[in-house]
């Protein structure tokens, strides 16, 4: 199984920025990292966890929530196993905790066909 560690998380200011980062480590290789097809998610407080984002293996194909397209960048490094997200224009509906996860499907967005999840990381945005 893949061991994912997501960081990044903190307290902001409503238009600041944040960047969120995932390490995927223990059975996970280069090889194995790039045929994942890696997503965000999120979980506000009282709420259900739901989909932010998520890139192909090859980084080539994106995908967003509407509530966060067009302030949100995700983005992966194979060589490094790391995936990433840039999180801009922070809005106080943001704050949640964030999770990183990976999935064995060719392409996927939902939670059901990701199999491998991180422990989340808070972010925090005040107005």
């Known amino acids: 199984q893949v061991q994912l560690v997501e960081s990044g998380g903190g307290l902001v200011q409503a238009g600041g920025s944040l960047r969120l980062s995932c390490v995927a480590s223990g059975a996970t290789s280069g090889r194995t990292f790039s045929s994942l097809v890696m997503g965000w998610f999120r979980q506000a407080p009282e709420k259900e966890r739901e989909f932010v984002a998520a890139?192909?293996?090859?980084?080539?194909?994106?995908a967003y929530a509407d509530s966060v397209k067009g302030r949100f960048i995700i983005s992966r490094d194979n060589a490094k196993n790391t995936l990433s997200l840039q999180i801009n224009s922070l809005k106080p509906e943001d704050t949640a905790v964030y999770y990183c996860a990976a999935s064995r499907t060719l392409w996927s967005m939902n939670q059901k066909d990701f199999d491998s999840w991180g422990q989340g990381t808070q972010v925090t945005v005040s107005s």
């Open positions: 890139i192909s293996g090859s980084g080539t194909t994106r």
